[in-house]
């Protein structure tokens, strides 16, 4: 087993028309001189033993110190000038595998993945350019022993039922931002990433580098220091099992505080542990507010009907919401569309035994129980999702097979797709 990691990680990172078993991630140029991204695959057999400080608190009750908490445990022991995983001595974090290859997919440099753009204006009126952001996640030990089950013993087929996650399994999303102070005075000093993001085209203009080019292939990209400007939180607490299982939070960096130390001014911006199915648009309309979020600057949530949200997230969504969507195949868009009648389907509260399914009107739409037995859930993980998809796009280019589109393959328990057409994953 050992051996097959090594053996594994010395593939990383290879162009070559052999596939690689985890990742196939973009190459450095020749004379490149800087630092390049290295994968943490070597997941745990089993998770160590260790304190979760958080649990002590009710995230309900006393939701800020419960934020505090987790962002200090996520911090704990961090190289974090490069995020590089391995050098951190307090715990052991992992990465997901196979969030390479795609045209928004890890870069080489510190292995972000393009997430929404910031349209211009979106920070306010000084921001006239749409603005490019980049994620970088990872998980804890015990995320990290499911990736192994799914991923990392060798099997040719990724085993789902490694899923879900446990209790005290946290993922952390940091995000970068092309943005700069000039666009949003918050980003004065905050901490640098350098990533190789896409290139904005001759033409220029206020529009975001399109991922892909004209012919559908992926666009070219440039190493560009970006900023953070926000970070992400998920934790598994048996305490939301009733609602999602999942507590989602957020921080946002803010340089306008006083101090020197640029990892004290991240403030938090609120949590989630339910989609509040009964709020409607309507009810939020007229003054209705979330039960399952909490917002701290009341009324301010980046999510639907005020529901907790990040900064760079989609407005029309939530946290819990949008991730209650990552389920294999992906026969689902994660955003919620416009008309609350289809998008109540995605403020329902499932748990990680309910497929998301698919969307309204089709396949009897909307938790269809006959449709949900092809579907498995993903346990809220989106990165999963897209590894998923990047998995079968890479074996169906290694061996392409001739069946139905989104057709199901099971095989021992295990779940794969013969095509990657019939996904959607909407950014
Ligand atoms: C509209 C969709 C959407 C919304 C809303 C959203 N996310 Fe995500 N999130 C994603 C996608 C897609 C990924 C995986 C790809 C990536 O890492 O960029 C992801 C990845 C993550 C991860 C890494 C683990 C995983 O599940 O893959 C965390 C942690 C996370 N998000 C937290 C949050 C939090 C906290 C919020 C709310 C403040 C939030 N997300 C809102 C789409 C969303």
Redesign the pocket.
Known sequence: MRQRLLATLFLIGSLTAEAAPLDRIERPPGDWRGPVFEPRFDFPKTARREAHPWTAISFRKDPKQYLRLLLAYALDGQDRSDWRLAKNNVRRWYH?PW?GLDATGREFIHGL????DFAPGELGPAQAACRQNW?L?F?NDLGGAVLRKIWGQGQREPNLNALPFPEGTV???LVFTEASQADDAKLKGAPELLANIHAATARGGLACAPSTDAAGKPAPRTPQSLRLIQI???VRENRASYKTGWV???FRYDGTMAGDDPWAKLTP?GLMWGNDPQLSDADAAAGGAPRQSIVFAAGKGF?RGGR???IA??RA???S???MA?QWPTVAP??APGSWTEAKCWFRNLDARYPFGFPPGVEGGCSDAAALESVRALD???????ALRNWSMERATAAPVATGIGRLVRTGGTLSVGEHESLN?K?
């Open positions: 997901v969030l993945t393009r997430a929404r994620g996640a998980y993922a952390v999303k992400d939180l998920a989602y939070g957020s911006l999510g907790m949200n990040g997230d989609e969504s939530a946290c919401s949008c991730h990552a994660m955003t809220f993980s989106l990165q999963l999702a897209v994953l950014r």
